[in-house]
């Protein structure tokens, strides 16, 4: 959704507006104003900072991406997750780095992309190269290097470069 230069960020500014009325844990008049003063206030002071926002070009693929594919990766990988540490033997995990080529280029792409694997129980990223090129991630288990970057690179990487190429 985009914005007009009095509500440059409306999603934001409903999501403030719904935080600060549930921070409050009112929904009187005055927290309902207050609420939307800041919503609107903040996002346009803050303006000048955002970066250019990536356009959703495939906005079917983003939503049915958002929940059958981070949504269900996410409970799916909350699951796994206590059935690992709760193994009688967690000696048998297999922590490790691995290193991920990415064929994307944009700035706030990448920065999704490394979200959504640090979202996803298990997977950490934790560091991009100086030239954006390569993904470094963190998994509590990787079994097999090579098969957990086809994974990312297909589930989540792919996937995002067709949302978000025009």
Same mark, same amino acid.
């Given at each position: 959704?985009?914005?007009?230069?009095?509500?440059?960020?409306?999603?934001?500014?409903?999501?403030?507006?719904?935080?600060?009325?549930?921070?409050?844990?009112?929904?009187?008049?005055?927290?309902?104003?207050?609420?939307?003063?800041?919503?609107?206030?903040i996002p346009w002071f803050t303006n000048r900072f955002w970066p250019e926002r990536p356009r959703?070009?495939?906005?079917?693929?983003?939503?049915?991406?958002?929940?059958?594919?981070?949504?269900?990766?996410?409970?799916?990988?909350?699951?796994?997750? &206590?059935?690992? +540490? =709760?193994?009688?033997? @967690? $000696?048998?995990l297999q922590p490790k780095f691995i290193e991920v080529p990415l064929d994307i280029d944009d700035?706030? &792409?990448?920065? +999704? =992309?490394?979200?959504? @694997? $640090?979202?996803?129980?298990?997977?950490?990223?934790?560091?991009?190269?100086?030239?954006?090129?390569?993904?470094?991630?963190?998994? =509590?288990?990787?079994?097999?290097?090579?098969?957990?970057?086809?994974?990312?690179?297909?589930?989540?990487?792919?996937?995002?470069?067709?949302?978000?190429t025009c």
């Amino acid at each position: 959704m985009q914005g007009n230069r009095w509500i440059p960020h409306p999603l934001m500014t409903v999501a403030l507006i719904v935080l600060w009325l549930l921070l409050n844990n009112t929904y009187s008049f005055g927290h309902i104003l207050l609420g939307t003063l800041l919503g609107i206030m903040i996002p346009w002071f803050t303006n000048r900072f955002w970066p250019e926002r990536p356009r959703i070009c495939k906005r079917r693929l983003f939503l049915r991406f958002f929940f059958m594919t981070f949504v269900y990766d996410v409970v799916m990988s909350n699951i796994n997750v &206590v059935r690992l +540490i =709760l193994k009688p033997d @967690i $000696s048998t995990l297999q922590p490790k780095f691995i290193e991920v080529p990415l064929d994307i280029d944009d700035p706030m &792409v990448i920065s +999704i =992309l490394a979200n959504v @694997i $640090s979202m996803t129980p298990g997977t950490v990223s934790s560091e991009i190269s100086a030239d954006h090129k390569t993904l470094i991630v963190h998994g =509590l288990n990787v079994p097999d290097e090579q098969a957990a970057i086809a994974q990312i690179k297909s589930r989540y990487e792919a996937t995002l470069k067709e949302i978000f190429t025009c």
